[in-house]
């Protein structure tokens, strides 16, 4: 799945923290595709100004990133969680239509 750069930080910061040994170890090889290499830090160049974290937008890609089925049942689980809990915001729109339309 084709994922930019807010769109793979959104998805590293609503994954769970918890879970059986098997979804941890899944979790863990999806967390580091999710990642982002030593050379794309140094495009984007990240910086945190008070709550908010900022990058140069000139270094953002679209990176393909193998998600399994397991892995896309899970955020598609947290994704409707977060849903029927009234918590999604814009920045969750785009995931949202690519996980769950």
């Given at each position: 799945?084709?994922?930019?750069?807010?769109?793979?930080?959104?998805?590293?910061?609503?994954?769970?923290?918890?879970?059986?040994?098997?979804?941890?170890?899944?979790?863990?090889?999806?967390?580091?595709?999710?990642?982002?290499?030593?050379?794309?830090n140094k495009a984007l160049v990240?910086?945190?100004?008070?709550?908010?974290?900022?990058?140069?937008?000139?270094?953002?890609?679209?990176?393909d990133i193998k998600i399994g089925?397991?892995?896309?049942?899970?955020?598609?689980?947290?994704?409707?969680?977060?849903?029927?809990?009234?918590?999604?915001?814009?920045?969750?729109?785009?995931?949202?239509?690519?996980?769950?339309?």
């Amino acid at each position: 799945m084709k994922l930019n750069v807010l769109e793979r930080l959104m998805l590293l910061n609503m994954l769970p923290k918890e879970g059986s040994i098997t979804v941890l170890k899944l979790l863990r090889v999806l967390k580091e595709e999710l990642s982002f290499s030593e050379e794309e830090n140094k495009a984007l160049v990240f910086k945190q100004e008070d709550e908010q974290l900022m990058w140069n937008s000139e270094g953002d890609v679209v990176k393909d990133i193998k998600i399994g089925e397991i892995m896309t049942e899970l955020i598609k689980k947290e994704l409707k969680k977060l849903n029927d809990e009234e918590k999604l915001t814009d920045a969750h729109i785009d995931l949202y239509e690519k996980f769950m339309e």
